[in-house]
Nanobody, 122 residues
Framework: QVQLVESGGGLVQAGGSLRLSCAAS????????VGWFRQAPGKEREFVAA????????YYADSVKGRFALSRDNAKNMGYLQMNSLKPEDTAVYYCGTGPLVATDGAYYDYWGQGTQVTVSL
């Protein structure tokens, strides 16, 4: 019954910005952690960022710290990942998930979206 849908991906040049959205239904995200992961072709899924319902417990991967930022709109049941200063190595499919606590291990998230493609050109 719970469904997550990512959007906002696309093709941008290095140094550009995107904001990814994670729309939730069947679950009120204000009471759950939201995590973001990414996966490039032929590579393992990689943790990107995660935060709890009030934004006071957040964690960012070293590779994106200072460039990416989490936010959410609880009234819209929507989570966001603002991505600035994008690099070609950020190219991947990005997934959002929800779970009971903030974690860098994807096993802690019980629902996932279908992913949205982010491509960063030179």
């Amino acid at each position: 019954q719970v469904q997550l849908v990512e959007s906002g991906g696309g093709l941008v040049q290095a140094g550009g910005s995107l904001r990814l959205s994670c729309a939730a239904s069947g679950r009120t995200i204000s009471t759950y952690a939201v995590g973001w992961f990414r996966q490039a072709p032929g590579k393992e899924r990689e943790f990107v960022a995660a935060g709890n319902w009030d934004g006071r417990n957040t964690y960012y991967a070293d590779s994106v710290k200072g460039r990416f930022a989490l936010s959410r709109d609880n009234a819209k049941n929507m989570g966001y990942l603002q991505m600035n200063s994008l690099k070609p190595e950020d190219t991947a499919v990005y997934y959002c998930g929800t779970g009971p606590l903030v974690a860098t291990d994807g096993a802690y998230y019980d629902y996932w979206g279908q992913g949205t493609q982010v491509t960063v050109s030179l």
